[in-house]
């Protein structure tokens, strides 16, 4: 499994890269409003955050119309060849993902939940689709089972031929809100979790490990001081 950070912040970036285990970013403008980003500097940071990641970074059009999107979307893919248009699952969206995977520039489906939802962003030449898992929660149903759906249902058909360059679409567990969602979409051979900076660093603590370090350093200073 693939790791992006899902995040707007280059400090959160910066840091989670230094790790080795970032493999892209994605971002909307949710994140971006959280730094208090401004509408003038948008594609001067998203060219920021590209210069500091080596994989893709998701950068979205907000706009509602296809011909909207599609303008969004060359512009966006124009500011670094790492640039991943995303565009939100509905039919003026997957009119332009079907017009921008035609140009050769590769589409993430966002605001994806139900099977459905996500063969006909398959259909329209998607490369990546993102599943929202902590969304379902949130209304009490199983986004983890939802995601599951969608995994088994891409992974039974090829799409290649409807993707830029004949690549193989590749699912974001998307909305991830616990280390243990990570796990689950993992465990399903989801492709890519896209995760928040404070969860990632959940990831890699565990009480025993803390426990075993502090027992380690004790016997240690006992070492020092025999």
């Known amino acids: 499994m693939k790791f992006f950070l899902d995040t707007a912040d280059l400090n959160e970036i910066e840091e989670a890269a230094s790790w080795g285990a970032l493999a892209g970013v994605t971002t909307n403008p949710t994140l971006y409003a959280r730094i208090g980003g401004k509408l003038s500097d948008f594609h001067a940071h998203i060219k920021r955050i590209c210069a500091l990641v080596d994989g893709p970074v998701s950068a979205e059009s907000v706009a509602m119309t296809r011909d909207e999107i599609i303008r969004d979307g060359r512009e966006l893919a124009a500011l670094a060849p790492n640039v991943v248009v995303k565009i939100p699952t509905m039919v003026e969206g997957l009119a332009a993902t079907h017009a921008l995977a035609k140009e050769g520039i590769a589409v993430n489906m966002t605001l994806c939940f139900t099977v459905p939802q996500a063969i006909m962003a398959a259909r ?78 959940k990831m890699v603590s565990h009480p025993l490990t803390d426990r075993g370090l502090e027992s380690f350093m004790k016997d240690w200073e006992k070492v020092q001081n025999a």
């Open 124 to 201: 329209a030449g998607a490369r990546y689709i993102s599943p929202f898992v902590g969304r379902f929660d949130d209304i009490s149903e199983d986004g983890i089972g939802q995601l599951e759906d969608v995994v088994i249902a891409i992974n039974n058909y090829d799409f290649t031929q409807n993707t830029v360059r004949g690549e193989q679409i590749e699912i974001i567990a998307a909305s991830i809100r616990s280390a243990n969602h990570v796990t689950q979409a993992a465990l399903m051979g989801a492709d890519i979790a896209t995760i928040p900076f404070d969860v990632l660093k």
